[in-house]
């Protein structure tokens, strides 16, 4: 997978590219799918995954949010060093904030989808093997569009190529409408993916049908919606032999008890896929097509020189939320590091290193397998089981089950290492133990923020951020602001209204 998906160059793409196309003129012309061999379209799906590694995705964006939502502060150097994180997380960021332009312009894994998706169907090829490609476009284009719409609301819907001759300007789409496509195209990506054990290992990683299933669930919660269906969703992963109670927790990453590294494990629905190739790049710092996954680096402890590069020191964890773990919770030596903790790959941790006293550990690899910064392989999880699980409690309490609720609640408790959660919950406790699970089996792996802002509508996150201290947060400005610039070169283009 890694060879096939991310190791190809399509760093040049733009209107249109894939192989054979980046020598063509003028770029705005596919001409015909016919064209097209096996291996052509195979490239061309390929490249719309790409764009998920990037800095503006989840190298870097999507995991920042859990600062945003007070896990924890930037770190980092100080000073300027992540100064648009911290407006964010502060609730004074304005409309120039860098972190909001890096989201709003981490859409061309939607043009590629949307250009694959308009030569495929008239593609000669072997039919099973077009519909599932078609299938892994719907997939990652209702991905993209299910970040965006989550970030700012109203969003520009796009469902064709964009070719130089084609209007730029358009105006942004009312979230429903997104929502609707992006439900669509999800449904049509479940129809057509195969289940994760049909893929071959060339193939692992990939898009499957528990991932869009597991997607299709997670839309419906963010909505309030189809809680049934919510649970008929889970319960199919669930039913393709799914079993937490023979998956550490420590295998989702580096796990130091085996030593070893797991990508597309057991647990694992959806990864973003690094080769950890430092040739992949000139600069890894600034090319979108790096090869390096940066969680490694930019989390460890700085200066500590316990993973390549040495650690940047991003996201000191706050007091508040070590203070939330539950005692006995084996989670949290595998999530953070903590004065006297266990020792990393023989190194014994300084909470010096931190503001806090403390970092977060789970996504950290030893120096024997990655000794830089550039040529970190290690995959970013995205989607896996125990997120199915706790989505398919949720909703179950929410039609009223409570007690049914329990049985998979308590069945990620139990890899914890913690208590069942006993009968006799309200609907309004089953809902909190329910949210806490999620915080805390999830920690730092970009979900935390999204969970916050879709319960009752942001009141629920409001609530929170205010009780942390974060005082400037309201309901508006749970969406991030539409980059200025963006709105200076589009006259369509409307401000969010809590930054107008």
């Given at each position: 997978m890694k060879k096939l998906i991310y190791i190809l160059a399509f760093s040049a793409f733009c209107l249109v590219s894939c192989d054979k196309f980046l020598d063509r003129t003028p770029y705005d012309s596919i001409g015909t799918a016919s064209d097209l061999s096996t291996n052509d379209a195979i490239s061309l799906v390929s490249a719309a995954y790409q764009p998920l590694q990037w800095p503006k995705l989840y190298?870097?964006?999507?995991?920042?949010?859990?600062?945003?939502?007070?896990?924890?502060?930037?770190?980092?150097?100080?000073?300027?060093?992540?100064?648009?994180?911290?407006?964010?997380?502060?609730?004074?960021?304005?409309?120039?904030?860098?972190?909001?332009?890096?989201?709003?312009?981490?859409?061309?894994?939607?043009?590629?989808?949307?250009?694959?998706?308009?030569?495929?169907?008239?593609?000669?090829?072997?039919?099973?093997?077009?519909?599932?490609?078609?299938?892994?476009?719907?997939?990652?284009?209702?991905?993209?569009?299910?970040?965006?719409v989550r970030f700012f609301g109203d969003v520009p819907l796009r469902t064709k190529p964009l070719f130089a001759s084609d209007d730029l300007n358009i105006a942004r789409t009312p979230k429903e409408e997104v929502y609707e496509q992006i439900i669509a195209d999800t449904k049509e990506a479940?129809?057509?993916?195969?289940?994760?054990?049909?893929?071959?290992?060339?193939?692992?990683?990939r898009a499957c049908k528990e991932a869009a299933e597991c997607m299709l669930a997670k839309i419906y919660l963010?909505?309030?919606?189809?809680?049934?269906?919510?649970?008929?969703?889970?319960?199919?992963?669930?039913?393709?032999?799914?079993?937490?109670?023979?998956?550490?927790?420590?295998?989702?990453?580096?796990?130091?008890?085996?030593?070893?590294?797991?990508?597309?494990?057991?647990?694992?629905?959806?990864?973003?896929?690094?080769?950890?190739?430092?040739?992949?790049?000139?600069?890894?710092?600034?090319?979108?097509?790096?090869?390096?996954?940066?969680?490694?680096?930019?989390?460890?402890?700085?200066?500590?020189?316990?993973?390549?590069?040495?650690?940047?020191?991003?996201?000191?964890?706050?007091?508040?939320?070590?203070?939330?773990?539950?005692?006995?919770?084996?989670?949290?030596?595998?999530?953070?590091?903590?004065?006297?903790?266990?020792?990393?790959?023989?190194?014994?941790?300084?909470?010096?290193?931190?503001?806090?006293?403390?970092?977060?550990?789970?996504?950290?690899?030893p120096v024997s397998i990655a000794n830089k910064v550039d040529n970190c392989p290690a995959n970013t999880v995205v989607y896996r089981f125990a997120d199915v699980l706790l989505m398919?409690?949720?909703?179950?309490?929410?039609?009223?089950?409570?007690?049914?609720?329990?049985?998979?609640?308590?069945?990620?408790?139990?890899?914890?290492?913690?208590?069942?959660?006993p009968s006799g919950k309200t609907k309004a406790q089953m809902k909190e133990i329910i949210i806490h699970e999620r915080r805390m089996e999830l920690a730092f792996e970009g979900h935390r923020w999204f969970d916050l802002i879709r319960i009752d509508n942001g009141e629920y996150a409001v609530k929170f951020l205010h009780g942390i201290g974060k005082k400037n947060a309201t309901v508006g400005r749970l969406l991030y602001p539409v980059p200025q610039v963006e709105i200076d070169s589009n006259p369509l283009f409307t401000q969010n209204e809590a930054y107008k």
């Open positions: 190298n870097m964006r999507i995991w920042s949010t859990d600062v945003v939502a007070g896990e924890s502060s930037v770190g980092a150097g100080g000073g300027t060093d992540g100064i648009e994180t911290v407006q964010l997380s502060n609730f004074t960021a304005d409309p120039a904030n860098g972190a909001a332009v890096d989201v709003w312009r981490s859409n061309p894994g939607i043009l590629r989808a949307n250009l694959a998706l308009s030569i495929l169907p008239d593609t000669e090829m072997d039919e099973a093997l077009k519909s599932r490609l078609m299938g892994e476009c719907y997939f990652l284009r209702a991905h993209y569009y299910f970040i965006l479940i129809d057509r993916l195969p289940y994760k054990a049909q893929y071959d290992n060339a193939n692992l990683g963010t909505l309030g919606t189809n809680y049934g269906e919510v649970v008929s969703l889970c319960q199919d992963i669930e039913n393709q032999g799914y079993d937490l109670s023979k998956m550490a927790y420590a295998d989702n990453w580096y796990n130091p008890e085996t030593g070893k590294l797991n990508q597309n494990g057991p647990e694992s629905l959806f990864e973003i896929q690094y080769s950890g190739d430092p040739a992949a790049c000139t600069n890894w710092l600034s090319d979108n097509d790096n090869q390096s996954q940066w969680l490694n680096c930019f989390m460890a402890p700085r200066n500590s020189n316990m993973v390549g590069g040495g650690g940047y020191g991003w996201q000191h964890v706050t007091q508040e939320f070590v203070d939330s773990y539950e005692p006995g919770d084996l989670r949290k030596d595998v999530t953070i590091f903590y004065e006297g903790c266990p020792d990393f790959d023989g190194k014994e941790y300084d909470p010096e290193w931190s503001t806090t006293g403390y970092n977060v550990r789970k996504w950290c690899v398919k409690a949720e909703a179950l309490n929410e039609q009223g089950q409570t007690d049914e609720a329990r049985v998979p609640l308590n069945i990620v408790r139990r890899r914890a290492g913690l208590a069942d959660i």
